[in-house]
Nanobody
Framework: QVQHVESGGGLVQPGGSLRLSCAAS????????MAWYRQAPGNQRERGAR???????IYANSVKGRFTSTRDNAKKMVYLQMGSLKPDDTAVYYC?????????WGQGTQVTVSS
């Protein structure tokens, strides 16, 4: 059973930074494009950042220039460095493959941006 375990969330003030981590367990991690998704209360889940098998990153306009995603294939880890955080970034953050797979969703990690 594949698991994605997200960590690193928390409460941060506007303008602050956080680094999220995602530990993946799929056997052939290197063949999967990965992505970070987020879901704010009352909203649909949206994709914020994608990272291909080759490490190429694509960002949603809402996070471009502020977020950076990286991956460590040897450790089966994906990271999301978030900076210049805004209250609108408050959400539960998830990692999953891209395209996402329904059975690969983890519990997510809560990010709250508030003063």
């Amino acid at each position: 059973q594949v698991q994605h375990v997200e960590s690193g969330g928390g409460l941060v003030q506007p303008g602050g930074s956080l680094r999220l981590s995602c530990a993946a367990s799929q056997r052939h991690f290197t063949i999967f494009h990965m992505a970070w998704y987020r879901q704010a209360p009352g909203n649909q889940r949206e994709r914020g950042a994608r990272i291909t098998t080759g490490g190429v990153t694509i960002y949603a306009n809402s996070v471009k220039g502020r977020f950076t995603s990286t991956r460590d294939n040897a450790k089966k880890m994906v990271y999301l460095q978030m900076g210049s955080l805004k209250p609108d970034d408050t959400a539960v953050y998830y990692c999953n493959t891209w395209p996402s797979r329904a059975d690969y969703w983890g519990q997510g990690t809560q990010v709250t941006v508030s003063s």
